[in-house]
């Protein structure tokens, strides 16, 4: 198993470099970061300026959306790096279950497809899109349903608001 995770690994870094690794970085992040007891996040929550400095350091808008009507708080975010710059991630956990997502936004590839799409990595499931400028990427150990659900709330709160259409469907 251990030769098994090194090969993946080397693969991943590999792919690291084009535009479908941001989608790689996303989940490597992820399984960085949510398991961390004390410090899950950068900047927490309840610090104002949360959203100004990530969207100063990435250069895309970055809001913080609201999903606790799908059970879900915000903690907080980070800034990463990324291939071509600067991504950033924000951490959201569940109250109840002490399940916890992540939303991985970043200024997309000018190649980037924009579709919106799902990928299953062991027991991650990860929604991704690019919309109005900036990609997205949500990853958590939840049903594919339940991803789908906060993918949709984000699409709805972040790519509508700027531009109204239908949200996506799976």
Same mark, same amino acid.
């Given at each position: ?11 991943? +870094? +590999? ?20 398991? !961390?007891?004390?410090?899950?996040? !950068?900047?927490?929550?309840? !610090? /104002?300026?949360?959203?100004?400095? $990530? ?8 809001? #913080?959306?609201? #999903?606790?009507? !799908?059970?879900? /708080? $915000? ?48 027991? #991650? ?21 339940? #991803? ?23």
């Amino acid at each position: 198993a251990l030769t098994w995770q090194w090969k993946g690994e080397q693969v991943a +870094a +590999a792919q690291a470099g084009t535009s479908a690794g941001w989608v790689q970085r996303a989940v490597h992040a992820h399984a960085v970061f949510t398991p !961390e007891p004390r410090h899950p996040v !950068e900047v927490r929550a309840q !610090e /104002e300026h949360l959203a100004r400095w $990530l969207t100063r350091r990435i250069d895309i808008p970055v809001k #913080l959306f609201d #999903l606790r009507d !799908e059970g879900f /708080e $915000l903690m907080g975010g980070r800034l990463l790096p990324d291939a071509g710059g600067k991504s950033a991630q924000l951490m959201y956990e569940n109250a109840q279950t002490k399940e916890r997502v992540t939303v991985y936004l970043r200024k997309p590839d000018a190649d980037a497809p924009t579709s919106f799409r799902y990928v299953q990595q062991g027991t #991650l499931g990860l929604f991704y899109w690019v919309e109005a400028g900036a990609g997205y990427a949500l990853v958590g150990s939840l049903p594919k349903e339940r #991803l789908l659900a906060l993918a949709q709330a984000i699409y709805r709160q972040g790519v509508a608001a700027a531009a109204p259409a239908a949200p996506p469907a799976q």
